[in-house]
């Protein structure tokens, strides 16, 4: 057995969790769903003009990882971030939820602070992310060590990564340090702009390195250059082993071994959209790792994703092996 079952490589983020109506958004220039890369005055400017607001440790893999870790798996997480009060807060969360965390933290006197995400909720639940990368850009290959990469099922590389100058030959090399070893790839897209940035880096990727692939119906559609769904998860299924391709509220298509089979999502009133498919991720991965079958997984997800949903935040407040069971899952 390998000491860990997941290890996830990503940005590391404290979120800035805060509620606003939707003028809010025209009056800041801020384009409503998405996420948009930002520079530190830029950062600064949103956060004072913004209402009361609740900073907690973030990072789309990061919140994967936490939750296999909730879960009780075993599992790690490579993410940077600086030795000030947000980094440090940050490092402790995920300890403190039972993940290795060991990235080495960036100098007090570094020139970029902790990264952050300035996360606008509208009342329909929707999230506008605003983040400004800080240390956590310069995650390099020298933050990788081949030893972790070859004692884990499954590294999980969070799609946003790829923005940093570094990543690709980061991402290669615990690629290279996990695959011969029998461990295998899962990539998140992250996000439909992320895609269309660096489309042709993911498509050589998933084609020749990845397993496993997970992205929502907006960034399936970007990957394969379609405004056909079907089609679209069709080519990813081409591409892979396990294709999920998540649809909001209208489930989750799972394509293996050339089937797709539809499962539905679990009804929620929607609280706040942050981190519905990093948990979904995470939930999959684990019922993934202790062996329950594809379409379970996906069940799985879907339950943590509804429990994420149902409060502010992306990390579980509900004991969710509690909630399998209450679903049949356990």
């Known amino acids: 057995m390998k000491k ?15 509620r606003e109506a939707e003028e809010f958004l025209s009056e800041m220039g801020i384009e409503k769903g998405i996420m948009q890369l930002i520079d530190m005055e830029r950062a600064v400017q949103l956060y004072d003009n913004v209402g009361p607001a609740e900073e907690i440790s ?10 296999i870790a909730h879960l009780g798996g075993r599992c790690a997480y490579v993410g ?12 402790h969360d995920l300890r403190a939820q039972g993940a290795d965390y060991e990235t080495v933290l960036a100098p007090k006197d570094a020139e970029h602070e902790t990264g952050r995400c300035i996360v606008i909720v509208t009342p329909d639940g ?17 933050d990788i060590d081949p030893s972790q990469m070859a004692d884990t099922d499954w590294i999980y590389l969070e799609g946003y990564r790829f923005d940093g ?69 069709a080519a990813a299924a081409a591409d892979v082993e396990i294709a999920i391709c998540t649809d909001s509220e209208n489930g989750v ?20 959209a942050t981190g519905a498919g990093d948990l979904f ?47 049949g899952l356990l």
């Not at 973030?58 to 939750?67: E, P, V």
């Not at 149902?310 to 092996?321: E, M, N, V």
Request: glycine share 8%; hydrophobic share 45%.
């Open 4 to 18: 860990y079952q997941v290890v996830g490589i990503g940005n590391a983020m404290a979120d800035v969790l805060t």
């Open 58 to 67: 973030g990072g789309s893999a990061a919140n994967t990882i936490a939750g």
């Open 80 to 91: 940077k971030v600086k030795d000030d009060q947000l980094g440090r807060i940050f490092a």
């Open 126 to 142: 929707e999230r506008s992310m605003n983040t400004y990368l800080g240390v956590t850009e310069f995650l390099e290959p020298s």
């Open 165 to 233: 100058p570094d990543s690709h030959a980061a991402f290669a090399k615990a690629i290279n340090a996990c695959k011969p070893h029998g461990g295998k790839v899962a990539l998140t897209l992250s996000d439909p702009f992320c895609v269309e940035r660096h489309r042709d880096a993911f498509r050589l990727m998933i084609r020749e390195d990845v397993d496993l692939l997970f992205a929502n119906r907006a960034e399936v559609m970007s990957m394969y250059q379609t405004e056909d769904f079907a089609a679209a998860r």
């Open 253 to 272: 298509y799972v394509l293996s071994g050339g089937e797709e089979t539809h499962v539905p999502a679990v009804p929620t009133q929607i609280v706040d």
């Open 281 to 327: 991720a995470g939930a999959f991965l684990w019922g993934l790792c202790e062996g329950h079958p594809l379409e379970i997984c996906a069940r799985m997800g879907n339950v943590a994703a509804s429990e994420v949903i149902s409060h502010i935040g992306a990390r579980a407040q509900a004991d969710l092996k509690a909630l399998f069971g209450k679903h």
